[in-house]
């Protein structure tokens, strides 16, 4: 199987179903969570050449914001990822609820993710030519095409976005709502160590029948015997950061299934958005982390909306929060 392989900067080798709750727990329609999750597996089994592996050497960090609600202001998602490629961060997580579902705003989001990736490419590749770029801290000059170079910009789906035709939209963009990803760790002296990233479809408030089963079968479990930490992100929190607010969280069964699959992974943070609320706890040796919105309508003012995540060498793991100044015009 080719690997699609995302050379990292300082790289120095080539390597269930229901449908969806609102914020508020409100039901309205939309695509149903096994549907999601079929025509999300079929991309992977049709798309296997375009694994993504990601490649790095010693400590790195990667940043998660959530719930950018965007409509027509691209400012606060613009910031995000300016914020993470100026920090030199491995990869961006977004927790779902991207953009309002609307067709002229996921127009704006692909142009935004397009000026994103041009950014990108700019600053950690050199063009040999009009077709081919090079990894600047490639030692192997590997020459890629510009559309084989791989936008480290990973989201999870959230209900807002599968409201009406949003996952249409969405999927066009996005193409898998629930998907896996490893992270190579070059230790040096030909050492190497492996983190897990899992994304899960949990926008109608549900993981739905099918994906249990393929979570059963061991479809997320990862080519590794052993991972040094798994990083699990999804929309659909798992606490709720205050037991009075009304917001939808799992079914119990579901939730007592996830909690035993996030030991049986060895889960070393669990990402959440959803309920607009910060919360982190610890559990069962897990953390927790419930992000606010960093949607600039609801939160106008400057804030610390994001978590940037930093992996040392050793594997140990450190949270900060990262703050936001765009303010809506």
Known sequence: MKLRILYIVA?????????KVNPQGIILAGTEVEDRVEMSRLYFDNHLEDVVVLLVKGDY?????????????SGRLDEMLAIGLEHDDLFYAHLGDIADTKAEYYITLDAIYDRAKENYVDKYYDQVNDFQYCRKDDPFQILMQYNEIEFPFFPVVGNHDIT????ALWSNIFHSSFYEIDVI?????DDYAFDHLIFLDS???????RQIDLIREGVLDGEHDFYRNTFVFSH???FRPQFFEFASTFPREEQFF?????KKWQTTAVFCGHVHTWDKRNYNGVDYITLDTMCERERPEPGDYLVRTTVKAGGDVEYSNVRMNYSPK
């Open 258 to 262: 996830l909690l035993s699959q996030f």
């Open 61 to 73: 960090s990667f940043i998660v914001g959530a719930d950018s609600h965007l409509t027509t202001d």
């Open 236 to 238: 659909t929190n798992i």
């Open 11 to 19: 790289l120095c080798v080539a390597l269930a179903s229901c449908e």
């Open 185 to 189: 760790v070059d230790l040096g002296n």
């Open 164 to 167: 009406r035709n949003g996952w």
């Open 203 to 209: 926008a109608s408030g549900t993981l739905g029948r």
